[in-house]
């Protein structure tokens, strides 16, 4: 079983090379942040309760979050492995995720590191935003916001992986074809 946590700041194309990594390895595709989008889509209380925190660009409490991957974990137990994005963003969140998957003895692979410069991070958000419908990507105040809670709560996750020999830091730099390729050489060398 292949279980990759595809890792970097808002904005490092974690959505957009989890495609790629889900044609490729047959991958199942948890992304927390689209999760809760479709929560609040649905107008449930969990959705509603984390808009609050999401608008601001801040992080929805962590027991939301890992209530909402064991659900999936759950209901998806034939697959053949996971990519989580997005997910984990605390050293809490990624302890109780390898607890979950521990008890079904399918640890974390890797940790692919996508690495990218911050002003990159802006122009790319911004951009995306112009389609993407997202408040959270329309606003410069919130995304400058959502990279320093990345920065302070969710960049030490590096030391996290790292600790277990499990962190692959990969350059997220250039056309999508290009990151697709290096993530792909990382993940068939596992
Ligand atoms: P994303 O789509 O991954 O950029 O997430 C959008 C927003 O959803 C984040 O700014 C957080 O407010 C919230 N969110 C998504 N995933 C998590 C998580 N693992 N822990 C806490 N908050 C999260």
């Known amino acids: ?86 997910f984990p963003r605390t050293v809490a969140q990624a302890e109780a995720l390898d607890k979950l998957l521990n008890e079904n003895e399918t640890p974390i692979s890797a940790m692919l590191s996508l690495e990218v410069e911050k002003q990159e991070l802006i122009n790319r958000l911004l951009k995306r935003g112009e389609s993407s419908g997202r408040p959270d990507d329309q606003n410069q105040e919130v995304i400058e916001n959502r990279i320093n809670v990345y920065n302070e709560k969710t960049a030490p996750l590096v030391d996290y992986y790292a600790s277990f020999n499990k962190h692959y830091g990969v350059d997220g730099m250039g056309s999508i074809e290009e990151i697709a390729g290096r993530l792909k050489q990382v993940v068939d060398t596992l």
């Open 1 to 86: 079983m292949l279980n990759l946590v595809l890792f970097g700041p808002p904005g490092a194309g974690k959505g957009t090379q989890a495609e790629y990594l889900i044609e490729a390895y047959s991958l199942l595709h948890l992304s927390t942040g689209d999760l809760l989008r479709s929560e609040i889509a649905a107008g449930a209380k969990l959705g509603l309760e984390a808009k609050k925190y999401m608008e601001k660009g801040e992080l929805v409490p962590d027991e939301v979050v890992i209530g909402m991957i064991k659900g999936r974990l759950e209901a998806n137990q034939d697959a053949n492995g996971f990519i989580f994005d997005g």
